[in-house]
Protein backbone atom coordinates (compact mmCIF):
# COMPACT_ATOMS: atom_id res chain seq x y z
CA UNK A 1 0.00 0.00 0.00
CA UNK A 2 1.23 3.53 -1.11
CA UNK A 3 0.19 6.96 0.26
CA UNK A 4 -2.27 8.44 -1.43
CA UNK A 5 -3.89 5.21 -3.39
CA UNK A 6 -7.11 3.44 -2.68
CA UNK A 7 -6.85 -0.73 -3.09
CA UNK A 8 -9.24 -3.23 -1.34
CA UNK A 9 -7.61 -6.10 0.67
CA UNK A 10 -8.77 -9.17 1.72
CA UNK A 11 -8.72 -9.93 5.49
CA UNK A 12 -8.60 -13.64 6.39
CA UNK A 13 -6.55 -14.22 10.14
CA UNK A 14 -8.58 -13.07 12.94
CA UNK A 15 -6.20 -10.91 14.32
CA UNK A 16 -6.45 -9.19 11.65
CA UNK A 17 -10.23 -9.25 11.74
CA UNK A 18 -10.58 -8.07 14.90
CA UNK A 19 -7.84 -4.80 14.07
CA UNK A 20 -9.78 -3.73 11.20
CA UNK A 21 -13.31 -4.45 12.71
CA UNK A 22 -12.30 -2.45 16.20
CA UNK A 23 -10.85 0.53 13.61
CA UNK A 24 -13.46 0.76 11.48
CA UNK A 25 -16.33 1.41 14.25
CA UNK A 26 -14.56 3.85 15.82
CA UNK A 27 -12.99 5.75 12.96
CA UNK A 28 -9.51 5.10 13.58
CA UNK A 29 -6.39 4.47 11.35
CA UNK A 30 -4.63 1.17 10.88
CA UNK A 31 -1.01 0.46 10.20
CA UNK A 32 -0.32 -1.87 6.41
CA UNK A 33 2.81 -3.75 6.61
CA UNK A 34 3.77 -6.43 4.25
CA UNK A 35 5.05 -9.57 5.09
CA UNK A 36 8.58 -10.50 4.30
CA UNK A 37 7.45 -13.99 2.99
CA UNK A 38 3.87 -14.32 2.02
CA UNK A 39 3.78 -18.34 2.39
CA UNK A 40 4.05 -17.84 6.32
CA UNK A 41 0.40 -18.62 7.28
CA UNK A 42 0.85 -17.26 11.40
CA UNK A 43 2.87 -14.37 10.99
CA UNK A 44 5.34 -12.56 14.08
CA UNK A 45 5.78 -9.05 14.27
CA UNK A 46 9.65 -10.44 13.44
CA UNK A 47 8.09 -11.73 9.72
CA UNK A 48 6.54 -8.46 9.05
CA UNK A 49 8.41 -5.57 7.56
CA UNK A 50 9.60 -2.39 9.09
CA UNK A 51 8.35 -0.05 6.54
CA UNK A 52 4.37 0.70 5.85
CA UNK A 53 1.68 3.15 5.54
CA UNK A 54 -0.88 4.14 7.47
CA UNK A 55 -4.63 3.88 6.19
CA UNK A 56 -8.17 4.96 6.51
CA UNK A 57 -10.85 2.55 6.19
CA UNK A 58 -13.19 4.00 3.62
CA UNK A 59 -15.28 0.57 3.66
CA UNK A 60 -16.03 -2.70 5.14
CA UNK A 61 -17.50 -6.05 3.75
CA UNK A 62 -18.71 -8.87 4.82
CA UNK A 63 -18.41 -11.84 1.96
CA UNK A 64 -20.54 -14.38 2.08
CA UNK A 65 -17.63 -17.01 2.98
CA UNK A 66 -16.99 -15.43 6.15
CA UNK A 67 -14.04 -12.91 4.86
CA UNK A 68 -13.94 -9.90 5.23
CA UNK A 69 -12.52 -7.07 2.64
CA UNK A 70 -11.85 -3.86 3.16
CA UNK A 71 -11.21 -0.81 0.96
CA UNK A 72 -8.04 1.43 2.29
CA UNK A 73 -6.25 4.56 1.18
CA UNK A 74 -3.13 5.11 2.26
CA UNK A 75 -2.12 8.26 4.16
CA UNK A 76 1.69 8.19 5.24
CA UNK A 77 4.41 6.26 5.48
CA UNK A 78 5.55 5.18 8.87
CA UNK A 79 8.47 3.02 10.62
CA UNK A 80 7.91 0.73 13.40
CA UNK A 81 9.83 1.76 16.56
CA UNK A 82 8.54 -1.57 18.39
CA UNK A 83 5.85 -3.58 19.06
CA UNK A 84 3.79 -2.97 22.12
CA UNK A 85 1.12 -5.78 22.53
CA UNK A 86 0.42 -8.81 20.49
CA UNK A 87 -3.04 -9.40 21.75
CA UNK A 88 -5.93 -9.09 20.29
CA UNK A 89 -3.94 -7.83 17.42
CA UNK A 90 -0.55 -5.95 16.70
CA UNK A 91 -0.06 -3.06 18.15
CA UNK A 92 3.33 -0.77 17.40
CA UNK A 93 4.83 2.39 18.42
CA UNK A 94 5.44 4.24 15.12
CA UNK A 95 7.16 7.22 13.35
CA UNK A 96 5.33 8.72 10.77
CA UNK A 97 7.48 9.82 7.94
CA UNK A 98 7.07 12.69 5.90
CA UNK A 99 7.22 12.96 2.24
CA UNK A 100 9.70 15.39 0.35
CA UNK A 101 8.39 18.39 -2.38
CA UNK A 102 10.95 18.98 -5.43
CA UNK A 103 10.35 22.02 -6.45
CA UNK A 104 11.79 23.81 -9.89
CA UNK A 105 13.92 20.96 -10.67
CA UNK A 106 14.01 20.08 -14.80
CA UNK A 107 15.31 16.86 -14.34
CA UNK A 108 12.62 15.61 -11.87
CA UNK A 109 9.83 16.93 -14.04
CA UNK A 110 11.59 14.51 -16.76
CA UNK A 111 11.32 11.37 -14.79
CA UNK A 112 7.52 12.24 -14.26
CA UNK A 113 7.11 12.35 -17.68
CA UNK A 114 8.83 9.25 -18.29
CA UNK A 115 6.87 7.82 -16.14
CA UNK A 116 3.70 8.90 -17.66
CA UNK A 117 4.84 7.76 -21.27
CA UNK A 118 6.17 4.12 -20.32
CA UNK A 119 2.69 3.24 -17.70
CA UNK A 120 0.87 4.16 -20.92
CA UNK A 121 2.48 2.29 -23.34
CA UNK A 122 1.92 -0.63 -21.02
CA UNK A 123 -1.69 -0.09 -20.49
CA UNK A 124 -1.94 0.40 -24.53
CA UNK A 125 0.10 -2.77 -25.12
CA UNK A 126 -1.84 -4.47 -22.31
CA UNK A 127 -5.63 -6.15 -23.34
CA UNK A 128 -6.86 -6.70 -19.52
CA UNK A 129 -6.13 -3.47 -18.34
CA UNK A 130 -9.09 -1.03 -18.81
CA UNK A 131 -8.35 1.74 -21.30
CA UNK A 132 -9.69 4.82 -18.38
CA UNK A 133 -6.22 3.83 -16.57
CA UNK A 134 -4.68 6.09 -19.17
CA UNK A 135 -6.99 8.62 -18.66
CA UNK A 136 -6.68 8.39 -15.16
CA UNK A 137 -2.52 9.10 -15.50
CA UNK A 138 -3.15 11.97 -17.58
CA UNK A 139 -5.20 13.58 -15.24
CA UNK A 140 -2.75 12.81 -12.42
CA UNK A 141 -0.96 16.35 -11.59
CA UNK A 142 0.50 15.63 -7.90
CA UNK A 143 4.11 14.02 -8.54
CA UNK A 144 4.24 11.93 -5.43
CA UNK A 145 1.12 10.47 -6.02
CA UNK A 146 1.55 9.42 -9.53
CA UNK A 147 4.66 7.63 -8.58
CA UNK A 148 2.36 6.33 -5.59
CA UNK A 149 -0.07 5.17 -7.67
CA UNK A 150 2.19 3.82 -10.54
CA UNK A 151 4.28 1.80 -8.49
CA UNK A 152 0.76 0.36 -6.28
CA UNK A 153 -0.80 -0.48 -9.75
CA UNK A 154 2.90 -1.93 -11.16
CA UNK A 155 2.91 -5.97 -11.80
CA UNK A 156 6.18 -6.87 -9.87
CA UNK A 157 6.48 -8.97 -6.42
CA UNK A 158 5.93 -7.45 -3.49
CA UNK A 159 9.68 -6.95 -2.85
CA UNK A 160 10.29 -4.91 -5.27
CA UNK A 161 7.12 -2.82 -4.39
CA UNK A 162 8.69 -2.55 -0.79
CA UNK A 163 11.95 -1.40 -1.96
CA UNK A 164 9.75 1.16 -3.50
CA UNK A 165 7.95 2.22 -0.48
CA UNK A 166 11.53 1.94 2.05
CA UNK A 167 12.87 4.65 -0.88
CA UNK A 168 12.66 8.05 1.17
CA UNK A 169 13.65 10.35 -1.23
CA UNK A 170 11.22 10.59 -4.32
CA UNK A 171 13.66 11.19 -6.64
CA UNK A 172 15.08 7.90 -6.33
CA UNK A 173 11.97 6.64 -6.22
CA UNK A 174 11.48 7.63 -9.82
CA UNK A 175 14.33 6.47 -10.97
CA UNK A 176 13.89 2.59 -10.06
CA UNK A 177 10.17 2.93 -11.17
CA UNK A 178 11.01 3.98 -14.13
CA UNK A 179 13.69 0.58 -14.29
CA UNK A 180 10.86 -1.17 -13.21
CA UNK A 181 8.85 -0.03 -15.86
CA UNK A 182 11.26 -0.25 -18.59
CA UNK A 183 11.65 -4.02 -17.50
CA UNK A 184 7.98 -4.42 -17.69
CA UNK A 185 7.35 -2.54 -21.07
CA UNK A 186 9.64 -4.96 -22.69
CA UNK A 187 8.33 -8.04 -20.96
CA UNK A 188 4.65 -7.15 -22.31
CA UNK A 189 6.11 -5.94 -25.65
CA UNK A 190 7.81 -9.35 -25.76
CA UNK A 191 4.76 -11.58 -24.73
CA UNK A 192 2.65 -9.17 -27.62
CA UNK A 193 5.04 -10.80 -30.25
CA UNK A 194 5.04 -14.02 -29.24
CA UNK A 195 1.51 -14.51 -29.33
CA UNK A 196 1.27 -12.33 -32.60
CA UNK A 197 3.36 -15.14 -34.19
CA UNK A 198 1.78 -17.97 -32.62
CA UNK A 199 -1.22 -16.54 -34.15
CA UNK A 200 0.03 -16.00 -37.26
CA UNK A 201 1.35 -20.01 -37.04
CA UNK A 202 -1.88 -21.28 -35.83
CA UNK A 203 -3.91 -19.36 -38.91
CA UNK A 204 -1.59 -20.57 -41.53
CA UNK A 205 -2.20 -24.37 -40.44
CA UNK A 206 -5.70 -23.38 -39.98
CA UNK A 207 -5.81 -22.49 -43.86
CA UNK A 208 -3.57 -25.30 -45.01
CA UNK A 209 -5.60 -27.68 -43.81
CA UNK A 210 -9.32 -26.02 -44.70
CA UNK A 211 -7.83 -26.03 -48.46
CA UNK A 212 -6.68 -29.51 -47.98
CA UNK A 213 -10.22 -30.78 -46.89
CA UNK A 214 -11.44 -28.21 -50.07
CA UNK A 215 -9.29 -30.17 -52.44
CA UNK A 216 -10.51 -33.76 -51.13
CA UNK A 217 -14.30 -32.57 -51.00
CA UNK A 218 -13.51 -31.26 -54.55
CA UNK A 219 -12.01 -35.10 -55.37
CA UNK A 220 -14.45 -36.62 -53.93
CA UNK A 221 -17.15 -34.56 -56.02
CA UNK A 222 -15.21 -35.92 -59.32
CA UNK A 223 -15.59 -39.14 -58.46
CA UNK A 224 -13.09 -40.27 -55.66
CA UNK A 225 -9.41 -40.71 -55.28
CA UNK A 226 -8.53 -43.29 -57.86
CA UNK A 227 -5.83 -41.79 -58.78
CA UNK A 228 -4.14 -42.59 -55.10
CA UNK A 229 -3.33 -45.99 -55.86
CA UNK A 230 -1.31 -45.09 -58.79
CA UNK A 231 0.46 -42.09 -57.25
CA UNK A 232 1.49 -44.63 -54.51
CA UNK A 233 3.04 -47.23 -56.73
CA UNK A 234 5.13 -44.90 -58.57
CA UNK A 235 6.02 -43.58 -55.50
CA UNK A 236 6.98 -47.22 -54.08
CA UNK A 237 9.19 -47.86 -57.76
CA UNK A 238 10.86 -44.60 -57.07
CA UNK A 239 12.45 -45.51 -54.14
CA UNK A 240 14.29 -48.46 -55.87
CA UNK A 241 15.72 -45.69 -58.35
CA UNK A 242 19.01 -44.29 -58.43
CA UNK A 243 18.44 -40.87 -59.94
CA UNK A 244 20.51 -37.43 -59.93
CA UNK A 245 19.13 -34.72 -57.26
CA UNK A 246 17.72 -32.64 -60.41
CA UNK A 247 15.90 -35.98 -61.80
CA UNK A 248 14.48 -36.93 -57.95
CA UNK A 249 13.25 -33.13 -57.72
CA UNK A 250 11.40 -33.36 -61.01
CA UNK A 251 9.86 -36.90 -60.14
CA UNK A 252 8.64 -35.16 -56.76
CA UNK A 253 7.23 -32.19 -58.33
CA UNK A 254 5.42 -34.33 -60.65
CA UNK A 255 4.15 -36.30 -57.91
CA UNK A 256 3.03 -33.23 -56.31
CA UNK A 257 1.08 -32.29 -59.34
CA UNK A 258 -0.85 -35.41 -59.60
CA UNK A 259 -2.06 -35.41 -55.87
CA UNK A 260 -4.03 -32.43 -57.04
CA UNK A 261 -5.22 -33.19 -60.39
CA UNK A 262 -7.82 -35.86 -61.11
CA UNK A 263 -7.35 -39.20 -63.22
CA UNK A 264 -9.92 -37.51 -65.50
CA UNK A 265 -8.73 -34.12 -66.25
CA UNK A 266 -6.65 -33.59 -69.80
CA UNK A 267 -3.21 -32.89 -68.18
CA UNK A 268 -2.70 -35.91 -65.86
CA UNK A 269 -1.39 -38.54 -68.63
CA UNK A 270 0.67 -35.64 -69.63
CA UNK A 271 2.15 -35.07 -66.42
Known amino acids: LFPGVV ?4 VGRDKSIKAVNEAYKADKLVGVLAQKDVNIEDP ?18 KMPDGGTTVIIQGKKKFSVEAIVATEPYFTARVTLHTE ?17 DLATQIIQLSPNMPTEAAIILKNI ?9 VSSNL ?14 HIRERAVKLIELLQTELQFVELKNKVTTK ?26 GDSNEREVAE ?10 TEAAKTMFDSGIAKL ?4 PSTPDYSVV
Open 141 to 149: ESPSFLINF
Open 7 to 10: IPIT
Open 198 to 223: TKTELDKQQREYFLQQQLKSIKEELG
Open 155 to 168: NSDVQAKQQLLEMQ
Open 234 to 243: MKKKAETKKW
Open 44 to 61: QPTDLCSIGTVAKIIKLI
Open 100 to 116: DIVKDDSEFDAQVSSIK
Open 259 to 262: ERMH
